[in-house]
């Protein structure tokens, strides 16, 4: 059973007591007990012996939709606590899953949050599937749509039709491609796209565009005028987002803030906001460090996350206790996913099925799932394109230039497997 008391204002969940007794509580409790149904337990008997020695009976009268859970985060320093505010409805499972625990859990509930005291969202807290869940299958229908990028096929294609066909049969819900790879002829894609209810992701590029032909720099108005001649083409296909490979890594901080000061102009004047900007090698995001001032600065600027570029730059799987605090700072500012694995040496390794590559598969699935999660908390459904390239992106045997493994069987098998199963769920 659990000890029930007043504290500061609140009341503390905790840790078993054989003096106190709450007779509407079960001495175990299941990890599938939803926190309201525990809470609720131990105030639903207003002359308990718990109640009455802990002068708890105003909880009693309040409803428990009204009464604040909190769980202190165990590594916020200790002049400076933090506490996630927990969701009633999860279960205990979901609710621990993923946080560090000092014995054993302890809870502690509100009816107002006093003002001096740090709360922040529980973006960590992992969503797992209960029994009256969603079908895995159509928990991820629900949850995310998966697109397949062109990258690796003969771009423009002799028929847009025929490319569209094949990438809906094979189970994708719209395509990622740039102004590019699209061609000229964007009435012929634009048919094909609509008449097989595929969606768009379009990316934009301020300069070297699709990563063709040697790196050239351009000057800050260059990079402006390529980013709205190409936004305002853009408005002409109606993508369902734009993917924007925005700037130079070599930019001063001014350069920067002025970039997306007139960029932030030049959406509004266009009327454009389904934007944001991927975290890419070459860019202005080409590091999570060089990336979270601008985050601070500019509420506009969210981002397209392809995390194999910040891992190869930071040379480390950003999956530390010490790297927790930016996720916090990211995930809630994550509109697009690109779906690649790589390693601390390399932005893509050769087969994501490999068990060698375990480590990393678990630490980009990790950073994934919570992506998605906290994206259905916004009521949003969250975009993932399966991004694994040619080469030299696929590493090729040596003196043959041959892959070493087989791009588009790897993406189709990426895809049934987030099909199949219930990733990210599991």
């Given at each position: 059973?659990?000890?029930?008391?007043?504290?500061?204002?609140?009341?503390?969940?905790?840790?078993?007591?054989?003096?106190?007794?709450?007779?509407?509580?079960?001495?175990?409790?299941?990890?599938?007990?939803?926190?309201?149904?525990?809470?609720?337990?131990?105030?639903?008997?207003?002359?308990?012996?718990?109640?009455?020695?802990?002068?708890?009976?105003?909880?009693?009268?309040?409803?428990?939709?009204?009464?604040?859970?909190?769980?202190?985060?165990?590594?916020?320093?200790?002049?400076?606590?933090?506490?996630?505010?927990?969701?009633?409805?999860?279960?205990?499972?979901?609710?621990?899953?993923?946080?560090?625990?000092?014995?054993?859990?302890?809870?502690?509930?509100?009816?107002?949050?006093?003002?001096?005291?740090?709360?922040?969202?529980?973006?960590?807290?992992?969503?797992?599937?209960?029994?009256?869940?969603?079908?895995?299958?159509?928990?991820?229908?629900?949850?995310?749509?998966?697109?397949?990028?062109?990258?690796?096929?003969?771009?423009?294609?002799?028929?847009?039709?025929?490319?569209?066909?094949?990438?809906?049969?094979?189970?994708?819900?719209?395509?990622?491609?740039?102004?590019?790879?699209?061609?000229?002829?964007?009435?012929?894609?634009?048919?094909?796209?609509?008449?097989?209810s595929l969606e768009l992701i379009l990316g934009v590029y301020t300069s070297w565009q699709d990563y063709e032909g040697p790196f050239q720099h351009a000057n800050l108005d260059s990079h402006l005028n390529i980013?709205?001649?190409?936004?305002?083409?853009?408005?002409s296909i109606s993508p369902q987002w734009i993917n924007i490979h925005a700037g130079e890594d070599s930019w001063d901080a001014p350069t920067i803030d002025d970039f997306f000061s007139k960029t932030s102009a030049i959406l509004s004047e266009l009327g454009i906001s389904n934007v944001s900007f991927e975290t890419h090698r070459g860019r202005v995001f080409y590091s999570p460090w060089n990336t979270?001032?601008?985050?601070?600065?500019?509420?506009?600027?969210?981002?397209?996350?392809?995390?194999?570029?910040?891992?190869?730059?930071?040379?480390?799987?950003?999956?530390?206790?010490?790297?927790?605090?930016?996720?916090?700072?990211?995930?809630?500012?994550?509109?697009?996913?690109?779906?690649?694995?790589?390693?601390?040496?390399?932005?893509?390794?050769?087969?994501?099925?490999?068990?060698?590559?375990?480590?990393?598969?678990?630490?980009?699935?990790?950073?994934?799932?919570?992506?998605?999660?906290?994206?259905?908390?916004?009521?949003?459904?969250?975009?993932?394109?399966?991004?694994?390239?040619?080469?030299?992106?696929?590493?090729?045997?040596?003196?043959?230039?041959?892959?070493?493994?087989?791009?588009?069987?790897?993406?189709?098998?990426?895809?049934?497997?987030?099909?199949?199963?219930?990733?990210?769920?599991?």
């Amino acid at each position: 059973m659990s000890e029930v008391s007043d504290v500061d204002g609140g009341i503390l969940i905790s840790r078993k007591c054989k003096r106190i007794s709450y007779p509407q509580v079960p001495r175990l409790v299941k990890e599938s007990t939803t926190l309201k149904l525990l809470l609720s337990l131990h105030l639903s008997s207003a002359d308990s012996n718990g109640v009455r020695l802990f002068e708890l009976q105003n909880y009693c009268s309040t409803p428990i939709s009204d009464l604040i859970v909190l769980i202190k985060k165990i590594d916020s320093p200790a002049n400076n606590p933090r506490y996630f505010k927990i969701d009633t409805d999860s279960t205990l499972r979901r609710v621990l899953s993923g946080k560090t625990l000092i014995e054993f859990p302890t809870f502690i509930v509100y009816k107002q949050i006093p003002l001096n005291m740090q709360v922040v969202e529980d973006a960590m807290n992992v969503e797992l599937e209960g029994e009256d869940s969603p079908p895995a299958q159509n928990k991820v229908a629900m949850s995310m749509r998966i697109y397949r990028s062109v990258w690796g096929f003969q771009v423009p294609p002799p028929s847009w039709s025929d490319l569209l066909s094949l990438l809906k049969s094979q189970g994708f819900d719209g395509v990622e491609a740039s102004l590019g790879d699209i061609g000229p002829d964007i009435q012929s894609f634009q048919n094909a796209l609509q008449s097989k209810s595929l969606e768009l992701i379009l990316g934009v590029y301020t300069s070297w565009q699709d990563y063709e032909g040697p790196f050239q720099h351009a000057n800050l108005d260059s990079h402006l005028n390529i980013l709205k001649y190409q936004l305002t083409a853009a408005k002409s296909i109606s993508p369902q987002w734009i993917n924007i490979h925005a700037g130079e890594d070599s930019w001063d901080a001014p350069t920067i803030d002025d970039f997306f000061s007139k960029t932030s102009a030049i959406l509004s004047e266009l009327g454009i906001s389904n934007v944001s900007f991927e975290t890419h090698r070459g860019r202005v995001f080409y590091s999570p460090w060089n990336t979270l001032p601008w985050l601070e600065k500019f509420p506009f600027v969210n981002l397209t996350l392809d995390l194999s570029h910040w891992v190869v730059v930071c040379e480390r799987l950003l999956d530390s206790k010490d790297d927790e605090w930016i996720w916090e700072k990211f995930i809630p500012r994550v509109r697009h996913i690109h779906g690649r694995i790589g390693t601390q040496q390399s932005s893509q390794v050769s087969d994501p099925a490999d068990p060698f590559i375990r480590t990393e598969r678990t630490a980009f699935e990790r950073v994934w799932k919570l992506c998605i999660l906290d994206a259905q908390r916004r009521n949003e459904t969250s975009s993932f394109t399966i991004e694994y390239g040619p080469s030299p992106y696929t590493p090729i045997v040596p003196f043959t230039e041959s892959p070493v493994s087989d791009v588009n069987q790897i993406i189709l098998n990426e895809l049934a497997s987030l099909k199949a199963s219930n990733w990210p769920f599991q």
